[in-house]
């Protein structure tokens, strides 16, 4: 039992021996410290943190190193010696210590630009750039980094740098200075951009076109009529998939970015719409009416309010209204013929042309009007067809040809007048005009199917009349 208590406290007196130890090496650094002995302080300081564990003293011993390293890159800055500077106060770590770090990587870049090296200069103000973003050297170091960007021929970085001075420090002198250097840039950056037109990337192109208009250039109305063109073509695109939501909204983004195309937008939109009509039309005159209807439509998408598309829905609407009146009185018509009812037949057929012209219907009424003359008298009906074939051209050149005879034979000159038969078929007849002379006999004669009017020459002399 003796023996356990003797060990236990020969554990404590050597824990207690232990840390007076290590509070031992903190006294000795931080009084070094305080005699601004920084370098032998900073040992010290170290030798106490790889062995403290005491959280208050290890804060307080770090902060105290860190203002040695301070001390003594102030006293390096002093003498402006930038690089042990630089170094010390990259080791301090602390904000008093950052706001001196970026005056010593600035003046080392200005350096390296003296001694022609503008790869090292870059480095250093990348330093500052990322790491001391607060800087106040920030705009000078962007006008020194496009300048050496420019003279490289990286473009890029150059106006990634012209970027970020504008956003941040718009009003600043350098940002003010660099202007016509990155106008210089800005048509190459143009041209690019219009490279992805030329191969329909037309997304891309106005990506890049939008972020050259953000910023100030004497480019900027070129590049704003570049991107409305591009709308343009946009809106051509969305009119081959007939996707008109989206050719209205290219066109007016198109106005947006170019105010002198609004008269040139609204021209296209009004082309676009008659294109709309002229294809509904089309359905309409197939008598696809709701068809018609849903595509005149298309045209409030473009012009709300469309007053030209609104009548015609509403013709159209009194077209689909009198079509089928119309096929009803049709149809009526059509029974009344099967039952050969052909009056009844040709009065409905009449009505229902009246309300819709159609050929069919049209050929119906010339039917009917043949069948009920035929009914009449046939063959004064199959005479009267010959006799106005053409405007009468047959019995003007069979009453000019027996005008000849007379003048040549005289009362010699027999003719048989018009004369009609009846023929094999129903409807069908033939008609005749017989001319004699001493010399030379004339024998007209056609066939005539006086339900569809149709005329048949029957000899060659009957043919050559009715071509004259």
Known sequence: MKIKIIMVILIL???????????????????????????MAIKNYDDFLETSINGALSTQAELERSDCYYQLGYKAYSKENWLLASRLFFLSNSEIADSKLDDCYFQLAQ???????????????????LYLKDSEHIPEILFNRILIY???????????????????HPDNSYTIEIQPYIDDLIPIFINESLVFKDSLKYDIAINMLSMLGQYPSKFQNDIFTHISDLYLLKADEALTLGEYELIKEFLDLSVENDETKKEIVGETTKNIC????????????????????????????LI??????????????????????????????????AEKEFASAYSYYNKSYKLFQTDRVRKKISLMSNIIQSEKDPKAFAETIIKEYKKGIIPAGVSATESLLIAQYGDRVDSSGWKVYYSIGEFK??????????????????????KTREITSLNKISDDMMKR
């Open 274 to 301: 008659s294109q709309i009509i002229q294809d509904g039309d089309e359905l309409a005159s197939n008598f696809q009416f709701d068809e018609a209807i849903e595509i005149y439509n298309n045209c409030f998408v």
């Open 13 to 39: 007196l050597t824990v207690v021996s232990s840390h007076c130890w290590v509070n031992n090496k903190f006294n000795i650094a931080h009084q070094l410290y305080k005699k601004s002995n920084y370098v």
């Open 429 to 450: 007849y033939e008609v005749r005009f017989d001319l004699l002379s001493p010399e030379k006999n004339y024998y007209y004669a056609w066939r005539v199917n006086i």
């Open 111 to 129: 350096q390296q630009l003296l001694e022609n090296a503008p790869t090292s200069a870059l480095e250093y103000y990348q330093k500052v750039v």
């Open 304 to 337: 709300p309010d469309y007053s030209i598309c609104t009548n015609i829905i509403n013709k159209t609407n009194n077209k689909k209204q009198n079509y089928y009146s119309a096929l009803e009185n049709e149809n009526i018509a059509i029974q009344f013929e």
């Open 150 to 168: 420019i003279e490289m021929g990286n473009k890029l970085s150059a106006f990634s740098d012209y970027n970020f001075l504008w956003e941040n």
